[in-house]
């Protein structure tokens, strides 16, 4: 099946540091990525649709400058946290569609913990 | 715009017992719909989707859903509980806005199943 890697799974990091988040899609191909915010027992709240080989769209309220996507090769999208501060904190998930075909869903990646300290 | 809303944040069922967690949508075409399962410090796994055609979806790990428009229903059942079912479900939407490309989750619902 479909195989979205997400890398790093945990992150602690200092007040002002920024983290860097990468999202692949392991055995196919997505223009199209998305990442999502979850906080503690919440449901997934989309940030942006990152699209390759051109700028995100980012929904209404999140900050572009402070959550830069980049989404580079049809394989590999990253998020990076920019000047993190602790109400950063959250878990971070992506998700690819697979290019081929009609009516493809979602692939989700295990997740990335954040913690700014 | 589509939406979808789980009735019932947290679902306690006995082990061996039916599963039924409860999913409406409203959209005014009809949508996509998804079940997703996700564990603990995890992402989202699919479970089934509907899209087109028959209106009764089988999923893995013995779950099924059934597309209703009368109803505007997308319910998930399993016969049977079992442990390893344990975990939170999102039901979610996708519509014609947008290409059917942004998918909207409901709230969740937490299953516990109990020994």
């Known amino acids: 099946g479909a195989v979205v890697s997400q890398h790093p799974s945990w992150v602690i990091c200092k007040s002002g540091t920024s983290v860097k988040i990468e999202c692949r899609s392991l055995d196919f191909q997505a223009t199209t990525m998305f990442w999502y915010r979850q906080f503690p027992k919440q449901s997934l709240m989309l940030m942006a649709t990152s699209n390759e080989g051109s700028k995100a769209t980012y929904e209404q309220g999140v900050e572009k400058d402070k959550f830069l996507i980049n989404h580079a090769s049809l394989t590999l999208s990253t998020l990076t946290v920019t000047s993190a501060h602790p109400e950063d904190s959250s878990f971070y998930i992506c998700?690819?569609?697979?290019?081929?075909?009609?009516?493809?869903?979602?692939?989700f990646g295990d997740g990335t913990r954040l913690s700014i300290l | 715009a589509q939406s979808v809303t789980q009735l019932g944040s947290h679902v306690s069922v006995s082990e061996g017992a039916l599963v039924l967690l409860r999913c409406n949508y409203s959209s005014s075409v009809p949508p996509y719909l998804f079940w997703y399962v996700q564990y603990p410090n995890q992402g989202l796994q699919l479970l089934l989707k509907y899209t087109t055609g028959a209106t009764l979806v089988k999923g893995i790990n013995g779950f099924e859903a059934e597309f209703k428009k009368s109803e505007t229903s997308f319910h998930l059942t399993k016969p049977s509980a079992h442990m390893s079912d344990a975990a939170e479900y999102f039901c979610a939407v996708s519509g014609p806005s947008g290409g059917y490309q942004k998918v909207t989750f409901g709230t969740g619902t937490k299953l516990q199943v109990i020994p």
């Open positions: 998700s690819a569609k697979d290019s081929q075909g009609q009516n493809q869903p979602q692939h």
